[in-house]
T-cell receptor, first 115, second 115 residues
Framework: AQSVAQPEDQVNVAEGNPLTVKCTYS??????LFWYVQYPNRGLQFLLK??????LVKGSYGFEAEFNKSQTSFHLKKPSALVSDSALYFC?????????????FGAGTRLFVKA | GAGVSQTPSNKVTEKGKYVELRCDPI?????LYWYRQSLGQGPEFLIY????????DSGLPNDRFFAVRPEGSVSTLKIQRTERGDSAVYLC?????????????FGPGTRLTVL
């Protein structure tokens, strides 16, 4: 069965500092991994996706994520946080080798960036 | 262009009543997903359509829930004999058939409250 864990309910970081939002996953076979962001009063928006290839994936708004197969992790990172990055972040996974498209989301991590 | 739209934005009903929630995907998107998001949780997969057919309905919690997409565009999620535990935000997402990023575009959701 597929699952996603986001161990932190909330991450606090000062503006200008690097940020990391953690995600670990469990899936049979090779994973497709995603990060989505949800701003207040707005729908979920796609940030980035890992399929295969380079372990470091670059996405929207300066975000990137690092895929680590041995640790089954896909942590979201940004070198310098902005106050406007404050939002709810979701990690998601789906199996790539079954032909199915069922996507499993984590519970979310709320990011607060303080000026 | 227009994004994914969902109607109504809010629905209040009484326990035991029947409700229909509508999703208008992005034009041309063949894939359509329904999710349920409870407070403090990530989106929970309900069902996935490819065209008119439900390719994966394994997330529907029980037989009170049903979804259709008769012409491969608009979809309706139907809930019979609603229960208080059905209260949540119901999200719809669509995806292009050949999207290289496998990106799902989410609607704003329908907030369902069962009294």
């Amino acid at each position: 069965a597929q699952s996603v864990a986001q161990p932190e309910d909330q991450v606090n970081v000062a503006e200008g500092n690097p940020l990391t939002v953690k995600c670990t996953y469990s899936v049979s076979g090779n994973p497709y991994l995603f990060w989505y962001v949800q701003y207040p009063n707005r729908g979920l928006q796609f940030l980035l996706k890992y399929i295969t290839g380079d372990n470091l994936v670059k996405g929207s708004y300066g975000f990137e994520a690092e895929f680590n197969k041995s640790q089954t992790s896909f942590h979201l990172k940004k070198p310098s946080a902005l106050v406007s990055d404050s939002a709810l972040y979701f990690c998601a996974v789906r199996a790539s080798n079954t032909g199915g498209f069922k996507t499993i989301f984590g519970a979310g991590t709320r990011l607060f960036v303080k000026a | 262009g227009a994004g994914v739209s969902q109607t109504p934005s809010n629905k209040v009903t009484e326990k035991g009543k029947y409700v229909e929630l509508r999703c208008d995907p992005i034009s041309g998107h063949t894939a359509l997903y329904w999710y349920r998001q409870s407070l403090g949780q990530g989106p929970e997969f309900l069902i996935y359509f490819q065209g008119t057919g439900a390719a994966d309905d394994s997330g529907l919690p029980n037989d009170r829930f049903f979804a259709v997409r008769p012409e491969g565009s608009v979809s309706t999620l139907k809930i019979q004999r609603t229960e208080r535990g059905d209260s949540a935000v119901y999200l719809c997402a669509s995806r292009a058939q050949r999207s290289p990023l496998d990106e799902q575009f989410f609607g704003p959701g329908t907030r369902l409250t069962v009294l």
